[in-house]
């Protein structure tokens, strides 16, 4: 049931006869990804194509006066140069709120917006054309926080909204309000021993995947075009393209190139309409790569965030109530910061039980970067930040953190802020105890058999800054919750094309959907969830693309769920006209066939009872049966505007971590020694998958801790640290052993009971850090990243 | 843009003196970032990978003569003797692979006050040996550095070699980065004993406009180790001394705001480097028989 | 500008290089060899890791002119330089550098079956990243197998720190690093047992 694992695997060649639901299969894709031939969208080539180039805003908020793109026509070897005067069609795109434009008009409302495109033979030429695009700006004031952007003459980011969120917002520069009044806070306070208030900042994390944005357009001879991306939504990105190319959607076939990680930022549309529409105006392939400078101009960050909190509590511990108010920075376009909102409102105190909340979450518009999607989508920011209060409300209790929090941790049945039961698992208290339990890894691990300190081992690494003078161990406790699945009434739904056929005397089965492989191992699964299901050996995953329904995005933990969902649900109804072939075959033959349970299994009809009937070759003979279903979890409900009630998740995911850390308290270096989780999954289809899934959220929560953010200048809103010299995400030597403890506590609502894995752990990992940071020096620490200067007062 | 590629050192200089614009290019973990990046569009760039006289070193009586082009892994793992402080800096260097193909050279040419290698060579003690078609010529490394990112070098003229005083006493290097490897310098502090002329030099990297040696402070505790009979003695510096030898680097920076750190954590965190390795260098001096070797 | 060198054991004619073209560009660009991976192009992931004259370095910091006349090895014949350095010297000892003569001496033949990849040769290491579950989005892969196999060839039996330092310069978003160490400890292990 728990699995634990940082040592090598024992049974590492895999027993590839059986392959099916809960095994450790190995990647379908790994030997392409290993020998370099696995094609990812910046790898695509094509004869004569043409580089396409972008040329963004240099600053943040300004009225276009002029463009004048003259020069940049003379360039040799360039073959169009655009502005939003050349758009065939819609200008604007967007997948909350079509507010982005394609290519600015009027003004620029941030740094680094596409302002115009060059299409030429050679990524130079390009560049060099691009460069000598005329832009006259007049700038204007830029707002940048919650007071410029709410001030009652505040100049409005966007003029005229139409959208769905307006009517009921404040002031038209907030994207989105949700308040959630659940009992009677101001009344619960009075039988509070203890309350504790903080105000805590949370910084601008970059998913940072490697692959950059990428891709290749090829105009076809129908007039539409081919396209070929990396996305998490492939359907998502049609509905927002097909419009801005003036095409029909069948005109616009998208196939998935391969993904080098996404982590929410490729939810939005980056290069994909830019890429077409310089394709079909030069009537030629055009390939589109970002450089990483442009990177962290071309997608969504995370949200930044000011929380301020106040919690409090009988002299035994128990909570009385919970007020906050989360302000998130949505940056200049919508992207997805209403559902951002809902998210952190709902999910804002925690994974505790508290009767009486008075809960608000505003997402703003600003001229900072956009923000939007990135693992744990909202719930992340407030972990940082409750958790963060129940350790100061321990401290002013004198309990101890972990005693506090399982006093007060939800179970199942327990009721959310929102009016919403928890009607499966929810092992809060338990998850605590097991990293509790764990022993604490060796003290002064920097110590070696010689004369000198291993640098390796402390703060500060090869940098040879201590050689154990100033460190201070410290530990700390986080736990979370987060929502699975797409929420507040949304028609979430994935689609399976299932076909089963014999090739060679054996039955063979495909797998046909959109689903995104970002790297999570979702192609593992699908075969997997076939092999049980069919019980065939041999499974071929069919490349995702638009030819199939929608899979919806690969993000929220709910693909496993979700397509793994659809997959198995038509893989159920193929299986039953396999049968019903049989039966009609061979019914006659064995009083079985009309009687008993039958699965396929081993290649074969079997009886429950074991007995094999007859081969799937022998029934399907050259038949095939292909089934095309959609499949959708429960439904939810969206939130009361005014209370926020209402039952607006699908399903919640839990993980606890404990952090050790060594500090050099005088210089401000942190060393995490050791990040341990315990995760319940409901499921493991693929413990290895489970398992690295887990390790990888957990750092980028321990990035965000130590050293991730997106400095943008409070006077001019321009990033001041678009590359990877300057947002530094972890290396090995920053990552620590990550001992990893997971429960299968099946959701009796969910295919095989699993549970979305991926965004739990990262939202635990960071206040876990900050809370053993906190332990080792005695600070406050109200924001993360925590910088060298925060723990040495030298800000 | 043309891509010059002399064979030997003489076609090097003369190419030089052709192009005065033209940018040397060795290691090019500096300049490819700038041409990727599209910052820096030479009319001209000068290869140096095909002279091998750059990629030798040569220890002497006194010197070591570095090649401008060996490469910062050579440095680490087969100078750990001879030039201690230096090693421990090429230590520090990004990552494995730009070790392998960055050098002192390169470092000296850019003059980026982050570069790892200054506080190491203004410790030491070292001369820069420069050459053009005119002949050559030697600068001393404290008159290099002329501003920020500019060297004592004419147009003409490229670097040869460095020239870097043996060790002749225990030498440390620290650098403070907000992530535990690959790491540009927030700030970064060199200290070098030298028990043969009773003297310590200091090296302070990436907390003032150029690369810069605490005078005041090196002054300070010559005079303090000289007083209390330190050198002859080998008693335990006294924290008084220490503190105040740390005030004095801590003074001497000049630093900036910038998005890597505040100029008050810069100036607070060579202080703590300073103490923290005159303590790690003094100790060692007390010690005896134990290696001159860096500690990592 | 025209550059010749020798890729894979393969001589190479690029023609036509912009002379401010990287290694890498011409490597993914030029001759069809895109495993080499351009997350950063500024020195700061390693994803881009290719063997110049035997010694890992950023292929993206590399001007294509410089590498005229040298020897590259990419992920693409990883496999089969692994197989020619087994064959060739064995690597028991523990001190086995490439030399530059043995790396002329092989060449990279195509994989079985370039559309599943399946049948195809692997290198130990390459083995172990897949059999630990090291590979997850797979863009920082090539750079840490050029990365890793060079540090087993000078360090049969490296220390977790060994591994850790050796790998400082290839960053992975997507694993938390944990099984990428796994691999590496499983191919040390796996040379070890071989011996």
């Known amino acids: 049931m728990a699995g634990t694992t940082t040592g090598i695997p024992r049974d590492v060649t895999q027993n590839h006869t059986k392959g099916g639901v809960g095994e450790s299969t190995l990647r379908p894709d790994g030997t392409l990804k290993v020998t370099g031939e696995f094609a990812y969208s910046s790898d695509m080539w094509h004869e004569e194509m043409l580089w396409g180039q972008v040329l963004r805003s240099t600053v943040a908020h300004a009225e276009i006066v002029s463009i004048d793109t003259s020069e940049a026509l003379k360039v040799s070897g360039v073959y169009a140069v655009l502005t939003h005067e050349d758009l065939p069609a819609a200008k604007n795109y967007g997948m909350e709120f079509q507010d982005t434009p394609v290519l600015a008009y009027g003004k620029v409302r941030h740094h680094g917006e596409p302002v115009a495109l060059v299409a030429a033979d050679h990524p130079e030429t390009a560049r060099r054309a691009a460069a000598k695009i005329k832009v006259e700006y007049r700038e204007l004031p830029v707002i940048t926080d919650e007071a410029s952007a709410t001030a009652p003459d505040a100049i409005l980011v966007h003029e005229n909204r139409t959208d769905h969120a307006f009517a009921h917002v404040t002031h038209p520069n907030i994207v989105h309000r949700q308040p959630i009044i659940r009992g009677n806070a101001a009344e619960a306070a009075k039988r509070a021993d203890v309350i504790v208030k903080g105000e805590y900042t949370f910084g601008m994390q970059d998913q940072a995947f490697l692959g950059p944005e990428s891709g290749l357009a090829v105009p076809a001879e129908d007039g539409g075009v081919d396209l070929y991306v990396a996305t998490q939504w492939l359907h998502s990105d049609l509905k927002q393209i097909a419009p801005c190319l003036g095409l029909p959607e069948e005109k616009v076939r998208m196939t998935m190139a391969g993904i080098g990680g996404a982590f929410g930022g490729r939810e939005d549309i980056s290069m994909q309409i830019l890429a077409s529409v310089l394709a079909l105006r030069t009537n030629k392939p055009v390939k589109m790569v970002y450089n990483r400078y442009e990177s962290f101009f071309g997608h969504v960050h995370r949200h930044p965030a000011k929380l301020y909190y106040e919690h409090g509590a009988t002299q035994d511990g128990k909570l009385t109530h919970v007020k906050c108010k989360i302000v998130l920075d949505g940056g200049a376009y919508a992207s997805s910061t209403v559902s951002v909102v809902g998210n952190a409102s709902s999910l804002s105190i925690g994974p505790y039980v508290v009767d009486d909340v008075e809960i608000e979450a505003i997402g703003l518009y600003t001229n900072n970067p956009p923000c939007g999607a990135m693992r744990g989508f909202g719930a992340v920011q407030a972990c940082f930040a409750y958790e963060a209060q129940m350790d100061k409300l321990a401290a002013e209790l004198g309990m101890d953190p972990v005693e506090l929090r399982q006093l007060n941790a939800m179970e199942q049945g327990t009721i959310m802020p929102t009016g919403q039961v928890v009607d499966s698992p929810a092992p809060v208290a338990e998850l605590l105890r097991r990293v509790k339990a764990r022993p604490l890894p060796p003290e002064r691990q920097w110590e070696t058999a010689g004369e000198s300190a291993d640098v390796r081992a402390l703060p500060g690494g090869l940098s040879n800054t201590s050689h154990g003078e100033g460190v201070v161990r410290g530990v700390g406790y986080a736990v979370g919750i987060k929502n699975v699945g797409f929420s507040e009434g949304f028609d979430d739904y994935s689609t399976a094309k299932i076909r089963i056929e014999v090739i060679n005397g054996e039955a063979v089965a495909t797998v046909h959907t959109a689903a995104a492989e970002v790297g999570q191992g979702g192609v593992t699964i699908h075969a997997q969830i076939a092999r049980t299901e069919l019980g065939v050996q041999q499974v071929t995953i069919h490349p995702a693309d638009t030819q199939v329904g929608s899979a919806g995005s690969t993000s929220a933990g709910r693909q496993t769920y979700m397509t793994g969902g659809a997959i198995k649900n038509s893989c159920e109804i193929v299986r039953e006209k396999v049968l019903e072939i049989g039966r009609r075959k061979f019914g006659s033959y064995h009083p079985a066939w009309a009687n008993a349970e039958l699965l396929l299994e081993g290649g074969k009809v079997v009886t429950d009872g074991g007995e094999a009937l007859a081969t799937i070759a022998d029934v399907l003979e050259d038949q095939v049966v292909e089934v095309e279903e959609e499949f959708r979890h429960r439904p939810t409900q969206a939130f009361d505007i005014v209370t926020g009630q209402g039952n607006g998740h699908v399903q919640y995911a839990f993980a606890a971590h404990r952090a050790v850390v060594e500090v050099d308290t005088e210089l401000g270096l942190v060393k995490v020694i050791e990040l341990a989780c315990a995760q319940d999954v409901g499921k493991a289809v693929n413990p290895l998958s489970v398992i690295g899934q887990i390790q990888g959220g957990t750092t980028q929560g321990l990035g965000v801790a130590v050293m991730e953010e997106i400095i943008v200048d409070p006077k001019t809103a321009k990033v001041r640290n678009p590359s990877f010299t300057d947002y530094l995400i972890p290396t090995i030597l920053d990552t620590p052993t990550i001992p990893v403890d997971y429960l299968e506590l099946a959701d009796p609502n969910a295919p095989y009971g699993v549970r979305g894995i991926g965004e739990a752990p990262t939202l635990s990992s960071t206040p876990a850090v900050l809370a053993a940071i906190r332990a080792a020096t005695g600070l406050e620490l109200n924001k993360t990243p925590v910088r060298p200067e925060a723990l040495t007062g030298t800000l | ?296 | 500008m025209r550059v010749n060198f020798t890729v894979n054991g393969r001589p190479q004619e690029a023609d036509d290089v912009w002379e401010g073209e990287s290694l890498l560009y011409v490597l993914r660009e030029r001759l069809g060899l895109p495993g080499s991976k351009n997350a950063c192009e500024q020195g700061e992931c390693g994803s881009c890791t290719v063997r110049l004259d035997g010694v890992p370095v950023c292929s993206c910091l590399v001007a294509a002119g410089q590498v005229e006349g040298r020897e590259v090895v990419t992920v693409e014949g990883l496999a089969e330089f692994a197989k020619e350095r087994e064959a060739h010297s064995g690597c028991a000892s523990g001190a086995c550098g490439t030399s530059i003569d043995e790396a002329k001496r092989w060449e990279a033949k195509p994989a079985q079956d370039s559309q599943t990849g399946e049948g195809v040769e692997l290198s130990p290491i390459q083995q172990a990243f897949i059999d630990a579950g090291a590979v997850q989005c797979g863009f920082c892969t090539p750079g840490l197998l050029v990365a890793a196999d060079e540090m087993l060839e000078r360090n049969p039996s490296p220390t977790d720190a060994d591994i850790r330092e050796a790998l400082s310069g290839n960053l992975c978003r997507c694993t938390g690093y944990e099984k990428i160490l796994d691999a590496v400890r499983l191919a040390a292990a796996r040379q070890g047992e071989a011996v």
Not at chain 2, 154 to 168: G, M, N, R, S, Y
Not at chain 2, 282 to 293: D, I
């Open chain 2, 1 to 296: 843009m043309d891509f010059l590629r002399p064979a030997s050192w003489e076609e090097a200089l003369a190419a030089k003196a052709e192009h005065p614009t033209a940018v040397p290019i060795a290691g090019g973990t500096d300049v490819m970032v700038e041409i990727n990046f599209d910052h820096r569009r030479p009319e001209y760039l000068l290869d140096l990978n095909r002279i091998e006289l750059l990629r030798e070193w040569e220890v002497g009586e006194a010197n070591v003569r570095l090649g401008a082009s060996v490469p910062y892994t050579q440095i680490m793992e087969n100078l750990r003797t001879e030039l201690p402080g230096l090693a421990l800096a090429s230590h520090t260097v990004a990552s494995p692979q730009i070790r392998n193909r960055g050098g002192v050279g390169g470092n000296l040419g850019t003059a980026s006050p982050a570069g790892d290698a200054h506080p190491a060579l203004l410790a030491a003690g070292a001369e820069v040996e420069v050459e053009s078609v005119r002949g050559n010529r030697f600068i001393p490394i404290d008159e290099f550095y002329t501003g920020v990112k500019r060297n004592a070098l004419q147009p003409d003229e490229l670097i040869k070699t460095v020239h870097i005083k043996k060790a002749d006493g225990p030498q440390q290097y620290s650098k403070v980065g907000t992530r535990n490897a690959m790491v540009i310098a927030v700030c970064a502090f060199g200290l070098a004993l030298h028990p043969e002329t009773r003297t310590v030099r200091t090296g302070i990297g990436s907390a003032a406009p150029t690369p810069i040696r605490a005078k005041e402070a090196e002054a300070f505790l010559n005079a303090a180790l000289e007083e209390g009979g330190f050198w002859d003695n080998g008693k335990i510096i006294t924290p008084s001394i220490a503190k105040q030898f740390a005030d004095l680097c801590s003074a001497a920076a000049n630093p900036i705001d910038d998005v890597r750190g505040t100029a008050k954590y810069r100036r607070h965190a060579v202080g703590i480097m300073a103490r923290r390795q005159l303590g790690w260098t003094w100790e060692q001096y007390r010690g005896a028989g134990r290696t001159l070797e860096g500690a990592a």
